[in-house]
């Protein structure tokens, strides 16, 4: 078992790339069976890897004197073996009650933190922690259960930047008996043995069950649908990346960042649902940084939009949204810009613009200078300027014409037209200032938002 241990990890360490010669690796060791393997493990491939290994063992502040125990042990099995350690303490329960989470997430969020620390302070490239094959999946069926998509249902992946499993290869099973081979002891969490945990439960109770009612095989099985759908979540991710660097539209801050994306609805249509689903996902993540909250019914939601009314919108977690424009489908962050004073020439006037929730029935000015507009519906950065080729507005029913047959129908004097000032969407005008606004942007009963704008103070009343 030990030779065999030792040449599965490490024919899966070379697989995925985890480890080049001279790599610092920081060890997430709590003296646990599973962290106590991978520490024995990597010391005994240290040399033929040419590799350094430092152990951090995390104190959560729970579980009294047990977490004592571990910790003192953890610092004995390393100064045994010479591996530098350190043991940081967190207070989980704190951290817990604060951020309004579980002593179990709390606890993953506070370790994942403290390693990443630990790893630049000493100047480390990986951090190894120690998931297994049982792991995976428990956190397959975690993940499915809780509405994951193929990434979720993909499992964690060996290598996930300066994170790596090598021990996602061997089953808890193999690790037990590698360490009774080798006679090395460990510490036994007691929450581990409970069921107040949702993994403990799966661990505990159904995946015993299914191996026990339904098929001995099925966590190889899992693991196996896993690395087929890690797979297929790569093959989409990239189709969606290069969907989204073709046609996908960005709008910046004037900080540089990404406050929203877009892409026009009838490209996204031609697409198969899945390819969209990605595409879609992946322009939460470019607007946001982050997929964090987002499951795949937000994901659906979005997709639907590209079948429902204009102004459609669906909320995301942390305050953004999904809306459906004139021609596309967009992700928005919240707090976006709304006004540029730089829109073609210099005109002089600063518009007053506020936003403010819309309240049905709600009565609208009937003031020729101040108006208000669906602010969902803004697809670009609002500007005041004169009139630029290619510019329209949308007319009942949904039809366009231009600013310049506008002004001819309107019997507009030529030398006039280029004073007249508008409040544009990119090409799109909301309003020729003085004159009308577009039907496309006027408020509904549909409208959550109202964008209201002033010019010159809202006087020059009709």
Same mark, same amino acid.
């Given at each position: 078992?030990?030779?065999?241990?030792?040449?599965?990890?490490?024919?899966?360490?070379?697989?995925?790339?985890?480890?080049? /010669?001279?790599?610092?690796? +920081? @060890?997430?060791?709590?003296?646990?069976?599973?962290?106590?393997?991978? $520490?024995?493990? &990597?010391? #005994?491939?240290?040399?033929?890897?040419?590799?350094?290994?430092?152990?951090?063992?995390?104190?959560?502040?729970?579980?009294?004197?047990?977490?004592?125990?571990?910790?003192?042990?953890?610092?004995?099995?390393?100064?045994?073996?010479?591996?530098?350690?350190?043991?940081?303490?967190?207070?989980?329960?704190?951290?817990?009650?604060?951020?309004?989470?579980?002593?179990?997430?709390?606890?993953?969020?506070?370790?994942?933190?403290?390693?990443?620390?630990?790893?630049?302070?000493?100047?480390?490239?990986?951090?190894?922690?120690?998931?297994?094959?049982?792991?995976?999946?428990?956190?397959?069926?975690?993940?499915?259960?809780?509405?994951?998509?193929?990434?979720?249902?993909?499992?964690?992946? /060996?290598?996930?930047?300066? +994170? @790596?499993?090598?021990?996602?290869?061997?089953?808890?099973?193999?690790? $037990?008996?590698? &360490?009774? #081979?080798?006679?090395?002891?460990?510490?036994?969490?007691?929450?581990?043995?409970?069921?107040?945990?949702?993994?403990?439960?799966?661990?505990?109770?159904?995946?015993?069950?299914?191996?026990?009612?339904?098929?001995?095989?099925?966590?190889?099985?899992?693991?196996?649908?896993?690395?087929?759908?890690?797979?297929?979540?790569?093959?989409?991710?990239?189709?969606?990346?290069?969907?989204?660097?073709?046609?996908?539209?960005?709008?910046?801050?004037?900080?540089?960042?990404?406050?929203?994306?877009?892409?026009?609805?009838?490209?996204?249509?031609?697409?198969?649902?899945?390819?969209?689903?990605?595409?879609?996902?992946?322009?939460?993540?470019?607007?946001?940084?982050?997929?964090?909250?987002?499951?795949?019914?937000?994901?659906?939601?979005?997709?639907?939009?590209?079948?429902?009314?204009?102004?459609?919108?669906?909320? &995301?977690?942390?305050?953004?949204?999904?809306?459906?424009?004139?021609?596309?489908?967009?992700?928005?962050?919240?707090?976006?810009?709304?006004?540029?004073?730089?829109?073609?020439?210099?005109?002089?006037?600063?518009?007053?613009?506020?936003?403010?929730?819309?309240?049905?029935?709600?009565?609208?000015?009937?003031?020729?200078?101040?108006?208000?507009?669906?602010?969902?519906?803004?697809?670009?950065?609002?500007?005041?300027?004169?009139?630029?080729?290619?510019?329209?507005?949308?007319?009942?029913?949904?039809?366009?014409?231009?600013?310049?047959?506008?002004?001819?129908?309107?019997?507009?004097?030529?030398?006039?037209?280029?004073?007249?000032?508008?409040?544009?969407?990119?090409?799109?005008?909301?309003?020729?200032?003085?004159?009308?606004?577009?039907?496309?942007?006027?408020?509904?009963?549909?409208?959550?938002?109202?964008?209201?704008?002033?010019?010159?103070?809202?006087?020059?009343?009709?």
């Amino acid at each position: 078992m030990h030779r065999k241990i030792l040449e599965s990890i490490r024919e899966f360490i070379g697989e995925n790339h985890m480890l080049v /010669p001279g790599d610092r690796v +920081i @060890i997430g060791l709590s003296g646990g069976a599973d962290s106590v393997s991978l $520490l024995m493990i &990597l010391h #005994e491939l240290k040399n033929e890897l040419n590799i350094e290994l430092f152990a951090v063992h995390v104190h959560h502040g729970l579980r009294g004197e047990e977490a004592d125990r571990d910790s003192a042990y953890a610092q004995e099995l390393s100064e045994n073996l010479g591996v530098p350690f350190v043991c940081v303490h967190a207070n989980v329960a704190e951290y817990a009650r604060v951020n309004g989470m579980s002593e179990e997430e709390a606890g993953r969020h506070l370790r994942y933190r403290i390693l990443e620390e630990q790893r630049l302070a000493h100047h480390a490239s990986k951090i190894a922690v120690a998931h297994h094959a049982d792991d995976q999946a428990e956190t397959v069926l975690y993940n499915l259960f809780r509405g994951s998509g193929l990434k979720g249902i993909g499992g964690m992946k /060996p290598v996930r930047d300066t +994170i @790596i499993r090598p021990l996602l290869s061997v089953t808890r099973k193999e690790i $037990l008996a590698y &360490l009774e #081979e080798k006679e090395i002891s460990y510490c036994e969490d007691s929450t581990n043995s409970g069921t107040d945990y949702i993994r403990n439960r799966l661990r505990h109770e159904i995946i015993p069950a299914v191996r026990k009612r339904i098929n001995e095989g099925a966590v190889s099985n899992i693991l196996q649908a896993a690395k087929t759908a890690a797979a297929a979540d790569a093959y989409f991710e990239k189709a969606a990346k290069q969907i989204l660097e073709k046609h996908g539209i960005r709008e910046k801050t004037a900080e540089g960042g990404i406050c929203s994306v877009g892409i026009a609805a009838e490209i996204l249509k031609q697409e198969d649902s899945i390819v969209r689903q990605y595409v879609i996902r992946q322009m939460i993540g470019e607007t946001y940084q982050s997929l964090k909250d987002i499951t795949s019914v937000h994901v659906e939601a979005a997709e639907k939009l590209l079948f429902k009314p204009v102004g459609r919108r669906i909320q &995301l977690p942390d305050g953004g949204c999904a809306l459906r424009t004139y021609g596309e489908l967009q992700i928005k962050k919240e707090g976006k810009t709304i006004f540029s004073q730089n829109g073609g020439k210099e005109t002089g006037i600063t518009p007053v613009i506020t936003t403010f929730p819309y309240k049905k029935g709600q009565e609208i000015p009937k003031n020729g200078y101040t108006k208000w507009f669906d602010y969902d519906k803004i697809n670009s950065t609002l500007s005041v300027r004169y009139r630029e080729t290619g510019d329209y507005i949308t007319l009942a029913g949904g039809g366009r014409k231009t600013v310049k047959s506008f002004m001819i129908d309107e019997k507009i004097p030529k030398e006039e037209r280029d004073k007249i000032l508008l409040a544009a969407d990119g090409s799109h005008i909301l309003w020729i200032i003085g004159y009308r606004i577009s039907e496309y942007y006027k408020i509904t009963d549909d409208t959550h938002t109202v964008l209201q704008i002033q010019i010159g103070g809202g006087k020059n009343d009709e």
